[in-house]
């Protein structure tokens, strides 16, 4: 099981980023994905989460509204519109799934947000 994000990068507050987590290793369509970020001297806080189908969705109250998580199946990706991106947006950013009790991480894509 694999998780690779991608996307990262620096942005101006006010900005927006589209993060990517490319998955293989398990069948990628019956899995919920979540989507967290970890902050520099800060627990790793959940940010979004989608069911395998795509069909619900639920967000942490700091980014609804402005963070959107979707997945294309067909590509086994999992994806997390970041607009209206804020300085306290700054951290890594980590795709999760949680295969047969198995939590799996990725090794994460920094996103900065700064002027």
């Known amino acids: 099981v694999r998780l690779v994000e991608s996307g990262g990068g620096l942005v101006q507050p006010g900005g927006s980023l589209r993060l990517s987590c490319a998955a293989s290793g398990f069948t990628f369509s019956i899995y919920d994905m979540r989507w967290f970020r970890q902050a520099p001297g800060k627990e790793r806080e959940f940010l979004a989460h989608?069911?395998?189908?795509?069909?619900?969705?639920n967000y942490a109250g700091s980014v609804r509204g402005r963070f959107t998580i979707s997945r294309d199946n067909a590509k086994n990706t999992v994806y997390l519109q970041m607009n209206s991106l804020k300085s306290e947006d700054t951290a890594v950013y980590y795709c999760n799934v949680d295969v047969l009790e198995n939590d799996v991480w990725g090794q994460g894509t920094q996103v900065t947000v700064s002027s």
């Open positions: 989608v069911t395998g189908n795509g069909d619900s969705t």
